[in-house]
């Protein structure tokens, strides 16, 4: 029998606590609906988005579709989707990311042509023009192609471009100033989608031309040379041996005309021309065949390294003088003996160091070098190896050299040694004694 007292029944104090809390928690705004961000819901957005996009027609709903694409991409990033339970299944968070990426190049491809896109490819048309070396046959195309370019921008715009003079230079500037002026004349990728167009299309057949145009890489070494009079002075009389570009070689040299042997070093890639042609050159020793040989010789080539001796320019010094410690016996004598020819005593130093050589070749090469250097400094370093030196072969080669440096203190250390146990020391010494009129 009940006493009229509830166990369960709220009491005053629990009421009180119960509306303390509900009043702690903030009540959503009238209308504001809380809504989970899904794997679902993003793919449901994306599919709009695609829908959008392959209805878009204009640069305004293409930029709609990229702004609800950067949405969707602002939502993943801070949606919590659930992890793969297995490690072959598909991340949702990867998928959805990906699609982004391949509608956003979907937009990408969709926008356009713009004047910027007709300007950049003129551009790139107008360096090929200037930059290009184009055969005889190749340059009519080229005014041609751009001349029918600038024919179709000159109608586009209401304006005429057009070329200074035949020469190529002026074709390459009448379309750098057409892609200028496209580019600046302010046509809307909506509204002058046509002349945009028109001009692109115009611009890509220009560079179809170009490309279509003969050039010089488009021929044969023996083309090249062919067109370039390589083979002129060929005739039956002199059309003996094979090949005959080895004939050509022996007649340019013979003709002391370096530029066709230069021509044929630079053209051939045997080895057979390679020595055919550095031989005559180092013959000759001529100065215009310098600069392609010096840069041949910065890679050791030992030929190339006697052709710069012959020449004798000073400007391979620098280059040379990298050899000389090498360890590498052949090529030290070789770039020591080529310092000597060219007599810059810039290399005085190094070759007098070389005089300490471990091989017997090169310390006499270095001596034989300082009497063509002719430089005083070298004097004691001489007469010290030809007083102590056991090589008698070194020996003559400083008193060679002492004689040749010419000063009196340089003859009077080779006199010293007239009566030296070598004929080739006594020989060189008297000379120098005879010199000095002692």
Known sequence: MSNGDDENAETPEDAAEDASEDAAEPAPEEGEMETKVTAESLEARLDEAEADLEEAETEADLDAV????DAVEADLEDADLPEPEDEDEEDPAEAIQSRVDDL??????????????VQESVDDS????????WTENGEPDVRAATEDFLATASDELGRTFGPESDDLDAHAAALEEAGATIAEAGLDADEDADTIATLLEAAEELEAALEAAEEWSDLTVVQQLRKQGFYDRLNPANHRDFPPERNVVRIAEHENDPERIVMALEKFESDFME???????????AAEAFDVVHERAKKRGRQEIRVLGKIGDERAVDTLLDFVNSDNPPLQKVTIRALGEIGST???QEVADALEDDEPTVRYQAARSLGLLGDTRAIDPLRD????ADDDQLRAACAWALVQIGTEDALEAAAEHDDDRAYTVQAEAEKARDATGA
């Open 385 to 388: 190896r030809l007083e102590n």
């Open 126 to 133: 107008a360096a090929t023009v200037r930059d290009t070396r």
């Open 346 to 348: 810039e290399a005085t």
């Open 275 to 285: 020595e055919v042609t550095l031989e005559a050159l180092e013959r000759l020793g």
């Open 104 to 117: 956003r190049s979907d937009v990408e491809e969709q926008r356009g042509p713009y004047a910027d896109d």
């Open 66 to 69: 990229e702004s609800e694409l």
